[in-house]
C-alpha cells in the first residue's frame, strides 16, 4: 500500500461507466460516496488517521469492476434478444435476459457489495452467533418492538447517516435483570472506562455521539418495563440531558416475524453485532468478546486528546 495521503477521489460515473439499463448509476454511486463519506468525517473530526483514507480505494475498486462485468453481461443479452429477427432466437435471448435479471438481482436491489476481510471488515468466526448478519455484507433489518413506547419499528431504520457506529446486542436466552446476563455484562463493559465507546468518545460529547448502542432482548416487550434495563441504554443526552429511551427493543413474538430467527441468533449466547457508519456489518462477536472489540477499533481510532 502507498503510505502517501490519498488526496483526489474519484466516484460514480467518474470511475465506472456503463449503461443505463439495469439502473446501477445511482445505486452503485451513493455507495462510493456513502463509504467515502463517513471516512473523511472520520479523518477531519481526528477520530482516525489519514490512513484511514486507503481503504476507500481497497474496497470500492473491486466493486467498480464488478459492476462493469455484470453490465457488460447484461448489455449483451439484452442487445441479442433485440437483433435477432428469428422468433426462435429471439426467445432464446429473451430467456437469456430473463436469466441474467435474477442472477443480477442483488445488484439490482443494492445488495451485491461483499466486503472482504479487511481492516474495517472482521472474518467468519463468530457467525455462528448471527448467521443472517455476515460481515461485508449489509445489515439486514427486521422489525422490532421499542421497549420504551411499545412501538413497532424497523431496527434498521434507527442507523442514520451521521457517522456513527451500531453496536447491535442481542441478549442471551438468561433474563437481561439478572446478574448472570451477558448482556448486561456487555452493557457494564461499553459503561467502563475500558471500552471503546469510553476511550474513543470526546469529553464534553453525548455519551452516543460516536457509538450508539442498542439492545434487544429475547423476552415480551409485555414482561419487562424499559426502567428495568441497564443504565448504559437509557443514557442522558443533549444540551437538557433529556433521556434517550429508544435504544432498547424486543422481539416480535407470536409471529413468524422474531428478528431472533429470521437473522439466525443464537439464543443460548446472544451476539454482538458491529455495523459501520455506512450500514455494512464489520464484526459478529460473542457478548463477552471484550477484547477483539477493543483491539477491532483500535487498529483504526484515535483517542481524543
Not at 291 to 297: I, R
Amino acid at each position: 500500500m502507498n503510505n502517501r495521503t490519498p488526496r483526489v477521489f474519484i466516484a460514480g460515473d467518474a470511475c465506472h461507466t456503463h449503461t443505463a439499463k439495469a439502473g446501477q448509476g445511482m445505486n452503485v454511486s451513493m455507495q462510493d460516496t456513502f463509504n467515502l463519506g463517513w471516512k473523511l468525517i472520520s479523518v477531519l473530526e481526528g477520530r482516525s488517521p489519514a490512513s484511514l483514507l486507503h481503504t476507500y480505494n481497497a474496497e470500492r475498486h473491486v466493486i467498480a469492476e464488478n459492476l462493469i462485468e455484470m453490465d457488460t453481461r447484461w448489455s449483451r443479452a439484452i442487445g441479442a434478444a433485440q437483433d435477432s429477427d428469428d422468433p426462435q432466437a429471439a426467445m432464446k435471448g429473451l430467456a437469456e435476459v430473463q436469466r441474467q435479471f435474477v442472477t443480477n438481482s442483488e445488484f439490482t436491489a443494492g445488495f451485491a457489495t461483499h466486503y472482504t476481510p479487511g481492516l474495517l471488515t472482521g472474518d467468519d468466526t463468530h457467525l455462528n452467533l448471527a448467521t443472517g448478519f455476515p460481515p461485508g455484507r449489509r445489515f439486514h433489518s427486521a422489525e422490532v418492538i421499542r421497549l420504551g413506547d411499545a412501538k413497532r419499528v424497523h431496527l434498521g431504520h434507527v442507523h442514520r447517516a451521521d457517522g456513527r457506529w451500531r453496536l447491535y446486542a442481542f441478549a442471551d436466552m438468561v433474563d437481561p435483570r439478572s446478574p448472570g446476563s451477558r448482556f448486561s455484562a456487555l452493557m457494564a463493559f461499553l459503561a467502563s472506562e475500558e471500552s471503546p465507546v469510553r476511550r474513543f468518545t470526546p469529553g464534553g460529547a453525548d455519551p452516543d455521539a460516536i457509538f450508539d448502542v442498542h439492545g434487544i432482548i429475547q423476552q415480551s416487550h409485555l414482561e419487562i418495563d424499559w426502567t428495568e434495563i441497564h443504565d448504559f441504554l437509557r443514557p442522558h443526552k443533549g444540551p437538557l440531558g433529556l433521556q434517550d429511551y429508544q435504544k432498547v427493543h424486543a422481539p416480535v413474538l407470536g409471529t413468524d416475524q422474531d428478528i431472533f430467527d429470521l437473522r439466525g441468533i443464537d439464543r443460548g449466547a446472544g451476539a454482538l453485532v458491529v455495523v459501520r457508519p455506512d450500514q455494512y456489518v464489520s464484526l459478529v462477536l460473542p457478548l463477552d468478546g471484550f477484547e477483539e472489540l477493543n483491539q477491532f477499533f483500535s487498529s483504526f481510532m484515535l483517542e481524543p486528546t
